[in-house]
């Protein structure tokens, strides 16, 4: 009916409201029930059947095709009816909660989250399940000393008793890393050869942080009153601490040599040549500012349209990138730590100390204005451009983008009503008043951060790979060739007036790449 109609997707969601509570107003009339033929139903044709989670999980990978589980899908303990957790066990798991909660972080780890405490208490319950339900462990037998058995070191005064300690130390720590690698090659194991089918990179370093964080634990208690050491010098001479540390950095030091591979990889994977590939990317991140995407890969035969409302942190990122990448071919781009220290205002703050230019308006026009290296001259520019405002059709214009990005926005929510809010920047809580922001709120700090935000934009439009510093290079290659200027690019940007010609070839450049795609 709707397609009949051809009613708009943003009001589709009122006008089903709207019918849904005359139908609920008919159904309470007398004669509603009266003139309905005998064995009519009310039906709400928009609620889909929910399936049961055993309905759910029998169709996944863990089913032999006819419905029977391969296995069951939960294994941890306490997550099947039946089991029973001694008070021993509770009390042990309640105290390794408050051990890790009061523990000193900067022991143990320095970038210690209270996220990462529930992650461990769980990964235990886990690990204590497979031990009952897979090896067979009773349930009454179960214990974290069953993970990681301690051993009391001898003080090393007696080297004979030291010894033969630090020698069942030494099995022991063998015996839990084997433990450890056996529940996570179950946890690799495809479910048709009874595993869990998890193949995730960080399966393998999450577990073996458990089972070290339940050595420090059973090992804790250990520590001699008059120990002259530091708890973490005292640590590192445990043979089991010793053998999960030096686990968990072999595994560090592989996946930092897989990513140095795919890095060298990188370099043969294509890159931009031409300023016209860089100005469609411009393009298609402006498409992407909207509140609600084009559905892909739509099966139906009739196109649905559009998906559903994007959330604002969506939105205002998308705004970020569109903008970002614009600022780098509407006007002369600049070095990357340009864009990381642009103000959006000018500020005489001496708590400033990276200022490479700010924003201003004047009489309806947007200018960035470039300070000196120093960055302290904020009254008296070196020089400025004006950001040239192009137009992408009838009642759109490069402005209006900046404009919600740093002033006021307003759009439709879930509801269809009119919301208004101060600038979608604000949206991720800005700490500081430079013009581009991470989502956490944080200012780009490090060249990197910019630059592989700018790549990995990019790389997932084009799948072709450009920096800032290769975007500045096709600009002087296409851009200042057309506007016959005599100077290298640098030399150019320190002089107003040849900055405005090469701010004007780009504009003009852009202009016909627009009006090209519309």
Same mark, same amino acid.
């Given at each position: ?29 007398? /004669? ?71 523990? =000193? ?68 720590? #063998? ?25 995730? #990179? ?31 010098? /005292? ?7 010793? $053998? ?14 897989? $990513? ?41 035969? #009739?196109?649905?349209?559009?998906? =559903? ?16 990448? $614009? ?38 026009? /947007? ?37 919600? /990005? ?23 809580? =800005? ?88």
């Amino acid at each position: 009916m709707f397609e009949q109609q051809q009613v708009p997707d943003r009001i589709r969601r009122t006008y089903r409201s709207a019918l849904k509570q005359f139908l609920v107003w008919c159904h309470q009339q007398k /004669w509603y029930e009266e003139q309905l033929p005998p064995h009519t139903t009310f039906i709400d044709g928009n609620r889909r059947h929910k399936r049961s989670a055993r309905e759910l999980h029998t169709q996944k990978k863990y089913t032999d095709g006819t419905g029977e589980l391969l296995q069951p899908y939960r294994y941890g303990l306490g997550a099947v009816v039946g089991d029973v957790i001694s008070e021993t066990l509770q009390k042990e798991i309640a105290e390794f909660h408050l051990f890790r909660l009061n523990s =000193p972080r900067q022991v143990f780890q320095p970038a210690f989250q209270p996220s990462t405490l529930e992650r461990e208490v769980a990964g235990i319950r886990l690990i204590l399940g497979w031990l009952h339900r897979i090896q067979g462990v009773p349930q009454e037998d179960l214990s974290l000393t069953r993970l990681v058995h301690p051993v009391k070191l001898i003080h090393a005064s007696d080297k004979t008793a030291f010894e033969e300690s630090y020698e069942e130390a030494t099995e022991r720590a #063998q015996e839990s890393v084997a433990l450890a690698y056996s529940y996570i090659q179950w946890l690799k194991a495809e479910p048709k050869q009874g595993g869990r089918g998890l193949n995730t #990179q960080r399966v393998e370093l999450s577990n073996l942080k458990i089972f070290r964080s339940i050595a420090w634990f059973v090992h804790y208690n250990q520590i001699p009153r008059n120990e002259p050491l530091p708890p973490r010098e /005292w640590f590192e001479k445990i043979p089991v601490i010793q $053998a999960f540390d030096a686990e968990i950095a072999t595994w560090q030091a592989q996946v930092a040599q897989k $990513a140095t591979s795919q890095s060298a990889r990188s370099d043969s994977v294509e890159t931009m040549s031409t300023w016209a590939e860089v100005l469609a990317v411009v393009e298609m991140l402006r498409a992407e500012c909207v509140e609600r995407l084009e559905v892909e890969r739509q099966t139906r035969k #009739q196109r649905i349209g559009l998906g =559903p409302v994007r959330s604002l942190s969506a939105i205002a990122q998308s705004y970020q990138r569109f903008l970002l990448c $614009a600022l780098m071919t509407y006007v002369p781009p600049q070095r990357q730590h340009f864009y990381r220290d642009l103000l959006v205002a000018p500020i005489n703050s001496s708590h400033i100390q990276e200022c490479s230019g700010y924003l201003i308006t004047d009489s309806g026009k /947007w200018y960035i204005c470039v300070l000196g290296r120093n960055g302290k001259f904020i009254d008296s520019p070196d020089y400025q451009f004006i950001i040239p405002n192009i137009q992408y059709g009838k009642d759109c214009c490069f402005y209006h983008y900046l404009s919600r /990005w740093l002033n006021e926005y307003t759009y439709l929510d879930e509801r269809d009503e009119l919301q208004s809010k101060k600038g979608l920047r604000s949206t991720f809580q =800005p700490q500081h008043p430079y013009l581009f922001t991470k989502r956490n709120g944080k200012k780009y700090e490090n060249p990197t951060d910019l630059s592989h935000f700018i790549r990995d934009i990019f790389l997932r439009i084009t799948g072709k790979l450009v920096s800032p510093h290769q975007v500045r290079l096709l600009f002087a290659r296409d851009i200042l060739s057309k506007a016959v200027v005599s100077r290298k690019y640098d030399k150019a940007l320190d002089n107003l007036e040849t900055a405005e010609v090469i701010s004007k070839a780009a504009e003009l450049a852009v202009q016909a790449s627009v009006h090209l795609n519309c």
